[in-house]
């Protein structure tokens, strides 16, 4: 091999091991059936690659169902997937994969 190759090669790993992977979702909880906001559910974000975890930020749905999911995580080649983890008294958990920034997420309650 050459010398350029060796170097070229060193070069770019450290630029893919220093990489950082940030995500950040702003989206609303609301009932399933009445369509109406659910305060007080636990949003826990998580950053999923091949059957790996890294725990992001846990946040709560204020008055009008809105929270803010995100995590950051450095010195990987590629972006996890977002998953979300939505529980609270009264309703079903909830598991949301990949979700977008505005989405609604409906929740059912426990029957």
Do not use: H, W
């Not at 369509?35 to 826990?44: I, K």
């Not at 999923?48 to 930020?57: E, H, V």
């Not at 803010?68 to 977002?82: E, F, G, Q, S």
């Amino acid at each position: 091999m050459s010398y350029r190759y060796i170097l070229f090669s060193a070069v770019i790993s450290l630029f893919v091991a220093s990489c950082t992977c940030r995500d950040e979702v702003k989206a609303y909880v609301k009932d399933s059936e009445t369509r109406q906001p659910v305060p007080g559910m636990t949003v826990e974000t998580v950053a999923a690659m091949k059957g790996k975890y890294k725990k992001g930020n846990i946040d709560y749905t204020d008055s009008a169902g809105y929270f803010l999911a995100r995590y950051d995580i450095d010195n990987i080649a590629k972006c996890p997937v977002t998953k979300l983890f939505i529980s609270g008294p009264g309703y079903e958990d909830k598991i949301v994969i990949a979700p977008n920034t505005g989405d609604t997420i409906y929740v059912d309650k426990i029957k």
